[in-house]
């Protein structure tokens, strides 16, 4: 399988470096605007085509698929001119800018026959492939909540805000781990350094009463990767800055006992054993990549494909608009 990259900045070269390693695929061209950039690249790899010219890389009749790694304002005219060219699309996350611009991809892309991808890499950790089974088997029992801090000191970004920058992550998640869509959603947040908000809170409210909220921040002065998920059965605790033990389960709950009357409640706590799972110890977009290659080898669409993506920038939306209006609910 023959790659362009187009971008070679923060994520370009990881998404180079797997591709290049990967058995079944190579990386004919490089695309990228910055000269610093693309003298990186050249010295990094100096057996491929390296160019300021994305239509290089669009034309190349030996170019079988193209990774879009750019600013997010970028991934619609350029997924759209790979695809018009009969390319299979990698769309670094989120997938569009609007929902409308998302449909159109998705609706070009089967018309052509050629598959789409976006980089939600979170899926391919070992964290989120555990826990994936772990509610698939009834381990958690019923879900009540997802609730993520995803906080850190920067990388501030001149074109989204922080929910565009980092809930994309934990969106993708719950899509993937919650067998449902949001019914509603709330967001609220606060500008402080520049035009575009630098802290914000997402709340959404799915069917049978599941909850998740995520708190986005550029302002943290720490950095921090914690996600809760309680059940009716147990608890989980994912921290994905853990050098071991990242995902740990609590035997612990409530369980009460209706007694003569709703104001009768009798609440009793169980606690008992953590234990932590072992987990697969993968590099995530290695696999990602990889599974991408295989599905464009056998015609088979991604879970993460352009719907996927396309659901979650319509979560963004919504909680955009929320923000907009001053935290107001928006029905999805």
Same mark, same amino acid.
């Given at each position: 399988?023959?790659? $362009?990259?187009? $971008?070679?900045?923060?994520?370009?070269?990881?998404?180079?470096?797997?591709?290049?390693?990967? /058995? $079944?695929?190579?990386?004919?061209?490089?695309?990228?605007?910055?000269?610093?950039?693309?003298?990186?690249?050249?010295?990094?790899?100096?057996?491929? &085509?390296?160019?300021?010219?994305?239509?290089?890389?669009?034309?190349?009749?030996?170019?079988?698929?193209?990774?879009?790694?750019?600013?997010?304002?970028?991934?619609? @005219?350029?997924?759209?001119?790979?695809?018009?060219? $009969?390319?299979?699309? %990698?769309?670094?996350?989120?997938?569009?800018?609007?929902?409308?611009?998302?449909?159109?991809?998705?609706?070009?892309?089967? =018309?052509?026959?050629? =598959?789409?991808? #976006?980089? &939600?890499?979170?899926?391919?950790?070992?964290?989120?492939?555990?826990?994936?089974?772990?509610?698939?088997?009834?381990?958690?029992?019923?879900?009540?909540?997802? /609730?993520?801090?995803?906080?850190?000191?920067?990388? %501030?970004?001149?074109?989204?805000?922080?929910?565009?920058?980092?809930?994309?992550?934990?969106?993708?998640?719950?899509?993937?781990?919650?067998?449902?869509?949001?019914?509603?959603?709330?967001?609220?947040?606060?500008? &402080?350094?520049?035009?575009?908000?630098?802290?914000? %809170?997402?709340?959404?409210? %799915?069917?049978?009463?599941?909850?998740?909220?995520?708190? #986005?921040?550029?302002?943290?002065?720490?950095?921090?990767?914690?996600?809760?998920?309680?059940?009716?059965?147990?608890?989980? #605790?994912?921290?994905?800055? @853990?050098?071991?033990?990242?995902?740990?389960?609590?035997?612990?709950?409530?369980?009460?006992?209706?007694?003569?009357?709703?104001?009768?409640?009798?609440?009793?706590?169980?606690?008992?054993?953590?234990?932590?799972?072992?987990? @697969?110890?993968?590099?995530?977009?290695?696999?990602?990549?990889?599974?991408?290659?295989?599905?464009?080898?056998?015609?088979?669409?991604? &879970?993460?494909?352009?719907?996927?993506?396309? =659901?979650? #920038?319509?979560?963004?939306?919504?909680?955009?608009?929320?923000?907009?209006?001053?935290?107001?609910?928006?029905?999805?």
């Amino acid at each position: 399988m023959n790659f $362009g990259v187009i $971008g070679f900045g923060y994520w370009g070269p990881n998404v180079v470096r797997n591709l290049t390693s990967l /058995d $079944g695929s190579q990386v004919l061209a490089i695309a990228e605007l910055s000269p610093t950039a693309r003298k990186r690249a050249q010295k990094a790899y100096p057996g491929i &085509h390296v160019t300021a010219d994305v239509s290089d890389l669009m034309k190349s009749p030996d170019i079988d698929a193209i990774a879009v790694i750019t600013p997010v304002w970028t991934h619609y @005219e350029l997924a759209k001119a790979a695809i018009e060219n $009969g390319k299979h699309v %990698f769309v670094e996350k989120p997938f569009t800018s609007t929902t409308a611009q998302g449909e159109k991809l998705i609706e070009l892309a089967q =018309r052509k026959n050629l =598959r789409i991808m #976006v980089d &939600h890499t979170f899926l391919f950790t070992g964290a989120v492939k555990k826990i994936a089974s772990l509610l698939g088997e009834g381990t958690l029992g019923k879900l009540y909540y997802y /609730d993520s801090t995803r906080v850190n000191l920067g990388l %501030f970004q001149h074109d989204i805000n922080v929910l565009w920058d980092l809930a994309p992550h934990d969106l993708s998640i719950m899509d993937y781990l919650i067998n449902a869509s949001p019914e509603a959603i709330v967001a609220t947040g606060q500008k &402080h350094l520049n035009c575009h908000e630098d802290i914000a %809170f997402m709340t959404l409210y %799915f069917p049978e009463k599941v909850i998740a909220h995520i708190n #986005v921040n550029w302002l943290s002065p720490v950095k921090v990767r914690t996600t809760l998920i309680g059940g009716e059965k147990r608890m989980l #605790v994912w921290n994905d800055l @853990e050098a071991d033990e990242k995902v740990k389960i609590y035997d612990k709950g409530v369980n009460i006992t209706n007694r003569e009357g709703v104001y009768e409640l009798l609440v009793s706590y169980r606690s008992g054993d953590m234990w932590a799972p072992q987990l @697969e110890q993968v590099e995530a977009l290695r696999q990602e990549l990889s599974y991408f290659v295989d599905c464009i080898d056998n015609g088979k669409d991604p &879970h993460n494909d352009g719907c996927a993506g396309l =659901r979650v #920038v319509r979560m963004l939306e919504a909680a955009t608009d929320s923000l907009n209006k001053n935290g107001a609910l928006v029905y999805l």
